[in-house]
């Protein structure tokens, strides 16, 4: 070949290069998103998981996509979205918003890394063998929402010392969150308080459990935590003005739709921190390696428009308390 010839050749070569690497880009990562509720009241918490992806590189609608699946509160499809989701190749699977979603998931694969959030203590659970090591393809973030049931009654008693009857509202589907509601209901039973125990595990039943409050004359109302009554936590809230009932919610969600007063983990931090997790693990970290996180941030809200409408004097050294007052 002459010398002329062979320059043009690899001139030829240089200026393919450049074309040949742009057509092998590297295809998004693909994260499953695995949830038993709805979209409407999550907005904050994904928006929360998403930003945590991008501060560690990973910017849905560029080098990331990820693929939504919402059970609208039916449970039973959880097996079949997670089974979906398998489908889609997805390199993760986070779940939340449902004590079932994240056995659906594990059930659905034993290899894809699975990264959860929940109430619940993990273990019991049956998602990881130990908080440390957590063995096989699953962690998370373990807020331990279903243990504060206690503070929230004591809560309450500050905000109402005659407190005398209290309704105690709890899912009987979802046994870990009934069990924290039995436990409120006895120590509630210890200081002398009446108990009446009202149970839901759909919008329907909620409605019904309210109308029961007619004939009982609470002082107050507990609502557990529990993935259905956050669902349904404006009904909860609107329910609970139109029979004039102070209650003690989960979540600071239920106090900014109007609810009387919350207690509770910070739901966004620990999305936050779940989403810190799905960008070490695509970037190579294993679950197994990876201790479960347990959320220690906690938020206490009162609603101070509430309780005037209420007719409920929130005493001062309680105000002083609170990490947020609603006016």
């Known amino acids: 070949m002459r010398r002329r010839e062979f320059?043009?050749?690899?001139?030829?070569?240089?200026?393919?290069?450049?074309?040949?690497?742009?057509g092998q880009e590297q295809a998004p990562a693909v994260i499953g998103f695995l949830n038993g509720q709805s979209a409407d009241g999550y907005k904050r918490n994904v928006a929360a998981f998403r930003q945590a992806l991008a501060e560690h590189g990973y910017v849905e609608g560029q080098n990331l996509r990820i693929e939504y699946r919402w059970a609208d509160g039916r449970e039973d499809r959880l097996p079949e979205l997670a089974a979906d989701l398998l489908r889609r190749d997805v390199a993760l699977i986070f779940c939340a918003g449902s004590p079932t979603a994240t056995l659906a998931a594990k059930a659905a694969t034993k290899t894809?890394?699975?990264v959860f959030s929940t109430g619940l203590d993990p273990v019991k659970a049956g998602y990881v063998a130990s908080i440390n090591r957590p063995g096989g393809n699953v962690t998370g973030i373990a807020f331990l929402a279903s243990q504060l049931s206690g503070k929230r009654l004591g809560l309450l008693r500050q905000l109402l010392p005659q407190l005398a009857i209290l309704a105690i509202l709890s899912n009987p589907k979802h046994h870990a969150n009934a069990a924290d509601g039995s436990e409120a209901a006895n120590l509630a039973r210890s200081m002398g308080v009446k108990v009446h125990d009202l149970s839901a595990s759909n919008e329907t039943e909620v409605a019904a459990a309210f109308a029961t409050l007619d004939g009982m004359k609470v002082d107050a109302l507990l609502v557990g935590p529990d993935p259905v009554f956050f669902d349904n936590r404006r009904r909860i809230v609107a329910l609970a003005a139109q029979y004039a009932v102070p209650a003690a919610y989960e979540l600071r969600d239920f106090a900014d739709d109007g609810g009387l007063m919350s207690y509770g983990p910070g739901i966004v931090d620990a999305y936050h921190q779940a989403g810190i997790y799905a960008a070490r693990i695509l970037k190579g970290e294993k679950p197994a390696d990876l201790p479960v996180m347990q959320s220690t941030k906690f938020e206490f809200v009162i609603n101070l428009k509430t309780a005037k409408t209420l007719g409920v004097t929130v005493p001062p050294t309680l105000l002083a308390t609170a990490d947020e007052v609603i006016e």
Request: hydrophobic residues 70%; charged residues 0%; without cysteine.
């Open 112 to 114: 894809i890394p699975i």
């Open 7 to 22: 320059i043009s050749l690899l001139g030829g070569a240089a200026v393919g290069w450049p074309l040949a690497a742009v």
